[in-house]
């Protein structure tokens, strides 16, 4: 398996854009994947740069309704003219996040993209082929991540805090090893492993994602909620790659617990599993 991170906050090369978003481009024997398309166009941008055709990719699966990981779809959708993308049914609901001093800004996908034929709208647990599968419906246990007291939901014309329903991971197995991508983990990285632990009764080999273990307005993190996962990850024996939300102070303290276990995924980065 072939993965290349197109688009994350940070780049291993001045050639190659960064922004606050997530975009990561695999290939197995006979399936080209993209999961999530960043926040805007330059995942595109990345991509001819880093040698991968979006026209051949083979299905697109969108993480969770807000823009820096949808934001690219209007862009894949002009440059691809064949891929299903795959987003949880709830994905186009309206999202919001409480800025620096108060001001409260939409951070959904595009409302206007909503209706196309390509989009398949999935639920708990959806197979897109063998060996590759969504889920969703992770519990909530725990504490939540940092910030998500500033992320909220409309629900009835009420703004409420967001419950996640429409985060979901992908599963891809290929050659016995098995990978599990989360986009940010806003239920919880621990959760998410956990829910999968149930429907596989086996832990995952590699883990990419971002962890959304600070408050991106004020840096803030719990250093004690941090090493409470840093040994949980640990525990697994998974090897994880992470970046985008999970924030600078926790990825380090985590790499001093979990060691060559954790690494970040810059973009520009290659991993071959």
């Known amino acids: 398996m072939l993965i290349k991170v197109l688009i994350e906050n940070s780049s291993l090369s001045p050639e190659l854009g960064s922004e606050h978003g997530l975009s990561v481009y695999l290939e197995t024997g006979d399936q080209k994947i993209l999961f999530d398309v960043g926040a805007s166009e330059l995942f595109f941008e990345n991509a001819k740069k880093m040698k991968v055709n979006i026209a051949d990719v083979d299905f697109l699966a969108i993480s969770h309704g807000h823009y820096d990981h949808g934001g690219g779809l209007k862009k894949f959708l002009k440059e691809n003219r064949k891929a299903k993308v795959y987003l949880h049914r709830q994905a186009f609901g309206k999202y919001y996040a409480v800025r620096p001093g108060r001001e409260i800004g939409y951070i959904g996908l595009e409302q206007g993209l909503k209706q196309n034929e390509r989009f398949v709208f999935t639920g708990d647990q959806y197979l897109i082929s063998p060996g590759i599968e969504l889920y969703s419906n992770v519990a909530r246990v725990g504490t939540p991540p940092r910030s998500a007291s500033r992320l909220l939901m409309e629900r009835n014309g009420q703004m409420v805090e967001d419950t996640f329903v429409h985060e979901q991971n992908l599963i891809v197995e290929e050659d016995g090893k098995t990978l599990l991508l989360a986009g940010c983990a806003h239920n919880g990285i621990v959760n998410i492993v956990k829910c ?8 995952p080999d590699y883990v990419i994602g971002g962890f959304h273990l ?13 090493s409470k996962i840093g ?3 640990l525990s697994t024996k998974a090897k994880y790659f992470t970046g985008h939300c999970t924030g600078e102070g926790p990825y380090s303290h985590l790499k001093r617990l979990m060691g060559d276990h954790i ?11």
């Open 196 to 203: 999968f632990y149930l429907l596989k009764n086996n832990m």
């Open 214 to 226: 600070h408050d991106p307005a004020t840096g803030d993190w719990d250093v004690e909620a941090v």
């Open 231 to 233: 040994e949980y990850l």
């Open 263 to 273: 690494d970040e995924m810059p973009a520009g980065s290659i991993i071959l599993i």
